[in-house]
């Protein structure tokens, strides 16, 4: 079993950075693909960025990619999230999530643990 809370998110103007945490409980976080999800208003849960259990593989979404950056440390069970040079467009609620199965994914069905999500709200 896996506890995930996300942890970082706030309010910050456009052009600005955040960085996400997401710490894990349970002993076997560091065999489990971790990823990014969020929801913005309205709008149905979208796929951010998924990073492997070792580190080696990272997958992002068109929208985030050269903006955002997904890492992950073990010894501290914990993976982040680096978002630079934010948009209005990237407010949403940021959920992350893992994989047992490591299979670096983009589904939300591939994923088996979720958190409760942190705020990011960007404004112009």
């Known amino acids: 079993q896996v506890q995930l809370v996300e942890s970082g998110g706030g309010l910050v103007q456009a052009g600005g950075s955040l960085r996400l945490s997401c710490v894990a409980s349970?002993?076997?976080?560091?065999?489990?693909?971790a990823g990014w999800f969020r929801q913005a208003p309205g709008k149905e849960r979208e796929f951010v960025a998924v990073i492997s259990w070792s580190g080696g593989r990272t997958y992002y979404a068109d929208s985030v990619k050269g903006r955002f950056t997904i890492s992950r440390d073990n010894t501290k069970n914990t993976a982040y999230l680096q978002m630079n040079s934010l948009k209005p467009e990237d407010t949403a609620l940021y959920y992350c999530?893992?994989?047992?199965?490591?299979?670096?994914?983009?589904?939300?069905?591939?994923?088996?643990?979720w958190g409760q999500g942190t705020q990011v709200s960007v404004s112009s």
């Open positions: 349970g002993r076997t976080f560091f065999a489990n693909a």
């Open positions: 999530a893992a994989d047992p199965y490591n299979r670096v994914d983009s589904r939300e069905m591939s994923y088996r643990y």
